[in-house]
């Protein structure tokens, strides 16, 4: 499973007007318990010129001088040791993505483009990769990504996901344990702030994307006087009284505003014939529609064989705008179910492993209560369903969390504008995952403290991402030079 399938299946799967800070009490060296927190470097074997180490972090910051777990931590150093300022985090997204995979990746150029300005260090928060994993053993089906999302059936039925919500849940209560109640944005808050800790640090600078941009909002409220320059690429809404349950249902008219994307690129005629899915831009989406309805009549799996569903095309769909170099891949599918007439369509399904399904229902789940009544989530698809042909109903659907034993151990962090001055955010006008109008709660909670970058692209994740020089700009200038734009911008 790459990064990217990852991202769109722990993703948002990433204005406030309730809650207070974290509830527990912070993660100074005071209260991490007798040992302060430590970092053994050596040489990272899956990453050349990179740093590996772990760091020991309290299960339950409540008990600091209790059980301990682990947390890989990668670091790649500057390479211009005089120009050197401090540290830059980079925060993952999911929840459940990798920093340290993520490091790896990205880490060369974001320190070509920084020059050299800092160390770059990132992690694997609670569960995920090289740190201290949980597993709920769930079973190869409920692993599968169109089933850990909460694709109605035909017609709009919630039955099967509420069967297989209740399921994840029970399994994730009954064999998780005590970890995975601990995986929560402010449990991974805090973890930071013991990572900043380890590393010495009076101050951190950061690039937080999807998923890791509300992590690094909820630390910039809880801990203001800690931050040096923070980046929040691709935002979304930090509404503490819906957080994920908010990010998920956004999605249905976001996939409105980014599928005009795709059907451009697949109406244009210079594509070949695996890869051209009609003749005109507005032919595009009333093909999809026509084929997502009937493969719904399709079994998904026949002979032995697994097989195309509207529902696995739908999911393709959310996979599919998650950048431009993801097209081709859809259109061929598109077209492959097209050709195909009536003819089943033989289709391999992406399936994540139980580890990482139970950081993203555990973080999910644990953040805040979600809704139980199940008339109410029939009523809602029904709804979405209707005004967001694309998505189905499956932003509003049924998440495990819907059975969730316990509710929030945390009080969700309410952002306000007070604090420093030095938040950049930066946000693709069309991110069907992360989408714009969330990203305007974000911009609009922190008030004066931030200043927003928008860029008018399509996609996910918008820093050295996107494409466009202009954005990439303001967001090295900041880094580089603690400048930001002096108000609000739009990048063409």
Request: contains cysteine; hydrophobic residues 35%; positive net charge.
């Amino acid at each position: 499973m790459t990064l990217r399938t990852r991202h769109a299946l722990l993703l948002a799967l990433s204005s406030a007007v309730v809650a207070t800070g974290l509830a527990a009490p912070t993660a100074t060296a005071k209260d991490s318990g007798p040992r302060p927190p430590t970092l053994s470097w050596k040489p990272c074997a899956a990453a050349p010129g990179q740093e590996c180490a772990d760091l020991s972090v309290p299960l339950d910051y409540r008990k600091p001088g209790g059980r301990h777990i682990s947390l890989a931590v990668s670091r790649l150093r500057t390479d211009r040791p005089e120009a050197r300022r401090g540290t830059l985090l980079v925060i993952p997204g999911g929840p459940g993505g990798s920093g340290t995979g993520k490091l790896a990746v990205v880490g060369d150029e974001l320190r070509k483009e920084t020059r050299g300005v800092y160390d770059i260090v990132s992690f694997d928060p609670r569960g995920v990769g090289g740190s201290t994993q949980a597993d709920c053993r769930l079973g190869e089906d409920d692993l599968e990504v169109a089933h850990l999302r909460p694709w109605p059936g035909p017609g709009g039925d919630i039955g099967p996901s509420v069967v297989r919500g209740r399921r994840i849940a029970e399994a994730c209560t009954r064999n998780g344990g005590e970890l995975i109640r601990s995986f929560s944005t402010a449990n991974e808050v805090r973890d930071i702030d013991r990572l900043r800790q380890a590393l010495g640090e009076d101050k951190l600078s950061a690039w937080g994307t999807s998923y890791g941009t509300y992590v690094g909002a909820v630390y910039a409220q809880k801990y203001p006087e800690r931050t040096d320059r923070w980046v929040l690429d691709s935002s979304g809404d930090p509404d503490p009284e819906r957080v994920a349950r908010g990010w998920l249902a956004n999605m249905s008219a976001a996939a409105d505003d980014r599928f005009p994307d795709f059907a451009k690129w697949a109406a244009d005629p210079a594509r070949d014939g695996k890869h051209r899915v009609a003749e005109r831009a507005e032919d595009v989406r009333p093909l999809f529609l026509s084929l997502a309805a009937r493969l719904d009549r399709v079994p998904e799996e026949a002979g032995g064989k697994q097989l195309l569903t509207g529902n696995r095309l739908r999911q393709e769909l959310q996979q599919g705008l998650y950048a431009d170099r993801d097209f081709e891949r859809l259109a061929e599918l598109i077209v492959s179910a097209r050709d195909a007439g009536q003819a089943p369509v033989p289709y391999e399904p992406p399936r994540a492993t139980s580890t990482e399904a139970a950081v993203m229902v555990g973080v999910i789940c644990n953040d805040v209560r979600w809704p139980r009544s199940l008339p109410d989530y029939a009523r809602d698809v029904a709804v979405d369903r209707v005004r967001h042909p694309l998505t189905g109903g499956m932003p509003v659907g049924v998440m495990p969390c819907a059975f969730w034993p316990d509710g929030p151990a945390d009080k969700p962090t309410r952002i306000t504008p007070d604090g420093p001055s030095n938040v950049l955010m930066v946000q693709n006008l069309r991110d069907h995952a992360t989408p714009y109008r969330g990203a305007l709660k974000m911009r609009q909670a922190f008030g004066d403290r931030a200043r927003m970058v928008a860029v008018d692209s399509g996609g996910h994740g918008a820093y050295l991402r996107s494409g466009n020089a202009c954005g990439d700009r303001a967001v090295t200038a900041f880094l580089t030079t603690g400048k930001r734009p002096a108000q609000d911008m739009l990048c063409k």
